[in-house]
């Protein structure tokens, strides 16, 4: 019994103190996955010349959007423009496709889905259930591209577009990649957490 207990009280402090420490990073992520909208490209396949289009589908519907999330003052701005302009945006990324010869259809919708912690160039962000605007080329079995279209990092590439939208507290947490480790951790939590629904 006295040897159980001897085992039983380090994984006991252990959990603690991990919990202890994520706690701040899993808020903190929960609360920025709310103030953040994505977009999510999915390529037909891995072949290049199918990456290549994707990428030719992003800068054609980035190209698009430049202006139109202008006067969002939060996701559920960015969320409800995205779902007025969905068939335009979708016709933008199919003339792309057909432009360059390919018979793929493309589909666009929005939706709210489970992201890993992704690194950026000079930010990351937290795993999480973010809203985003997703766009599948074709099959959709292909490596996928994001980006954050509000605040409107994707076209800016700067993450000055995060003030005013994020906490000085949140705003810490994406910058560089200090907290990649602790993020991970997160990760499973999210992760898990999402499955329950």
């Known amino acids: ?8 009280v380090p994984i006991f402090l252990i959990s603690l103190i991990l919990i ?29 010349y199918d990456q290549d289009l994707k990428l030719k589908v992003k800068d054609s519907v980035l190209e698009y959007t430049k202006d139109l999330y202008n006067g969002c003052k939060n996701v559920n701005d960015a969320l ?3 779902k007025r302009n969905l068939s ?12 360059y010869g390919y018979g793929y259809d493309t589909i666009v919708y929005t939706s709210k889905e489970f992201f890993n912690t992704r690194k950026y160039d000079s930010f990351t962000l937290p795993a999480g259930e973010y809203y985003c605007l997703k766009i ?7 490596k996928n591209w994001w980006c954050v279209l509000f605040p409107s ?15 000085e507290e949140e705003r810490k947490l ?3 990649h200090k907290y990649v480790v602790k993020f991970k951790a997160a990760e499973l939590y999210e992760y898990l957490k999402s499955k329950r629904r």
């Open 136 to 142: 599948i080329i074709g099959e959709g079995k292909g």
């Open 174 to 176: 994406t910058e560089g």
């Open 20 to 48: 202890a420490s994520l706690t701040p990073i899993v808020s903190a992520g929960e609360s920025i996955s709310k103030k953040v909208f994505r977009l999510h490209i999915i390529a037909n396949s891995n072949e290049k």
């Open 88 to 99: 335009s945006i979708e016709e933008a990324a199919q003339k792309t496709v057909s432009f």
């Open 1 to 8: 019994m006295l040897k159980k207990l001897y085992l039983f």
């Open 153 to 167: 990092v994707c076209i800016s590439g700067c993450t000055d577009d995060f003030d005013g939208v994020l906490t």
């Open 80 to 82: 409800e423009i995205s």
